[in-house]
């Protein structure tokens, strides 16, 4: 009776998260997926979909149009967003990475009474709406916003730098409000290292920079691949910070995707570029994912 009793609780452990992971994402991508491979019409729903139940899936497999993925190679709009959405998110997980670690290393090192403070300064931010959040930073960055007047206050600059509406503001606004999930995964992997390894390495003939180097860095590798992964991903699929802080010329995938879904209304299209998208995160994180495991294997 326990037995069963156990495997009925583990079958309930493992079953419920592939359950909800069933209903909240593989099904709505099937959805998207299906429109993505339908034909674009002036009707509500505004595309014509090929499949309209399971039965003729089979049947009509040959009549799908992928027309939609064709175009996201021929016209240069798709190309250049999701260069420039790759690019900007790439760099801003390095700089993120620059700042982050300082500020996870001297938490990690700061008194123990300390700590809760400075874990909870981080977690501030998220208390506030991120859409508010974004919005607080236009009138930051306004011409006569804060910042301006704090560098001509500074003399630091001559006369206000334009900031709002630039490739600089959309960066500003990922980096300040992705910070933090660079910020957790590293203070983490640091606060558990045991100190005495860097006693250790200094005894030996290692100097601080070194001991660092060699010790520190190395062990807080995971925590800057969780951190990496968890800013990166978002990063590249923004499109409130593009919009609302980025310029005519600031070109990301998901304000294109928005485009193409609101304004063009042009849904086949939009879910093509979606389904690319998540391609293009998923299936190199599932390739290094496999690859960790079979290093972690090999060094066993």
Known sequence: MSTEKSRSGRFLLVGIPYAWMLVFFLVPFLIVAKISLSTSVMALPPYAPVVESLTDLWRKIGEFSFFNYLRLVQESIYVESYLSSLWIAFSSTVIMLFIAYPLAYGMARAPKAWRPTLLMLVILPFWTS???????????????????????????????????????????GIIYSYLPFMVLPLYSSLEKMDETLLEAAQDLGCTSFQAFWRVTFPLSIPGVIAGSFLVFIPAVGEFVIPDLLGGSDTVMIGKTLWEEFFNNRDWPAASAVAITLLLLLVVPIVIFQNAQAKAQEAGR
């Open 130 to 172: 991120f859409l508010i959040r974004v919005y607080a930073w236009i009138g930051i960055l306004a011409d006569e916003g804060l910042l301006n007047w704090l560098l001509v206050s500074l003399r630091v600059v001559d006369e206000p730098i334009t900031f709002l509406a630039t490739q600089r503001a959309v960066y500003i």
